[in-house]
């Protein structure tokens, strides 16, 4: 069958021709469109903080597709994949039973779209921070699809105010459309903070941080004292310098997050929750999705922050 394949770490995949996956008691599943997404690329350079798959190894941890039963395609559902054998391929394994049905009214590309970056806005707003009704909540990196998924759903969960913050004035103008109530150009840092302050009239509840660096220490120096910050990701870099008094003077939290330690139960609610909103047109995302052949390019293009869902499919042709 065919597959993108990582040969060496930090390197795009390149696609040939593997061995169909042969694994006891594992479902497998006829791949629709597999989405990529930044932990793809995470694994795939070896330096993943959870570990790697040996080399070579078919990227893609989700993906939409059928269930092949008795060697016929089945039901359609999001997936998650066991690597190495992943969903960037023809066929892919589906790890320990993990899929949610599919209704037909959802394109691909949208229920692509809602798995990982989704889930993680939802469960992120949810779990972690706990958001209130009426409370303010600042989205970090708001023209990515996770961010562009938080506006929304911060919406639809009752939040009294939105700020969204990203470097690309398009995305920010798009931010508005989908829900933000004000909006902070990250690309400038001087004064970042009063800035975000102005933004959220005095009152910063949560804050959900994709980026870290100076725009998360910069939204943490704005929040409210019982403030409580969830960081998902290092978009602006791996190292921020807080100082102690921003801390210790309020009572604020920052919140680790990761979608690995939360129940499969937890995230395929979350998961339903983010289909149904779609089927009725409470949420909005903007997908790509392109023949498996595309893998390499795609690959660099996710690595640049696309600002939408890049999704291959073996099924489409170039």
Request: glycine share 10%; proline share 8%.
């Amino acid at each position: 069958m065919r597959a993108a394949v990582i040969e060496r770490y930090g390197e795009p995949p390149v696609l040939r021709d593997v061995p169909e996956p042969t694994v006891d008691g594992a479902n497998l599943v006829e791949v629709i469109a597999a989405p990529l997404n930044p932990v793809d690329l995470s694994i795939a350079s070896g330096k993943f903080y959870a570990g790697s798959p040996p080399t070579p190894y078919v990227p893609g941890g989700e993906g939409i597709g059928r269930l092949l039963q008795n060697g016929k395609p089945g039901p359609r559902v999001y997936f998650r994949a066991a690597l190495p054998n992943g969903a960037l391929a023809e066929r892919a394994v589906v790890s320990q039973s993990q899929t949610v049905p599919i209704p037909d009214s959802v394109p691909d590309g949208v229920a692509a779209a809602l798995g990982t970056p989704g889930i993680a806005a939802y469960l992120a707003l949810t779990r972690r921070a706990q958001l209130k009704a009426g409370e303010t909540v600042l989205i970090l990196a708001a023209s990515g699809v996770l961010g562009s998924c938080a506006v929304q759903v911060a919406r639809l969960l009752g939040a009294g105010r939105i700020v969204a913050g990203a470097r690309d004035e398009q995305q920010l103008a798009r931010a508005r459309e989908l829900g933000a109530d004000a909006i902070v150009d990250l690309k400038q840092t001087d004064g970042l903070s009063d800035r975000i302050r102005e933004a959220s009239g005095g009152q910063l509840n949560v804050v959900i941080d994709p980026v870290w660096g100076v725009p998360g220490v910069a939204a943490l120096e704005a929040m409210s004292p019982f403030g409580r910050s969830v960081q998902l990701g290092q978009a602006a870099g791996p190292e921020a310098v807080v100082k102690s008094g921003i801390l210790r003077g309020r009572y604020l939290s920052i919140l680790g997050f990761t979608n690995f330690l939360v129940p499969w139960e937890e995230q395929a609610a979350a998961y339903r929750t983010l289909v149904d909103w779609a089927t009725s047109g409470k949420l909005k995302v903007e997908f790509e999705v392109l023949p498996l052949e595309a893998a390499p390019d795609a690959w660099k293009r996710q690595a640049s922050s696309p600002h939408r869902k890049l999704a291959l499919s073996p099924q489409a042709r170039g």
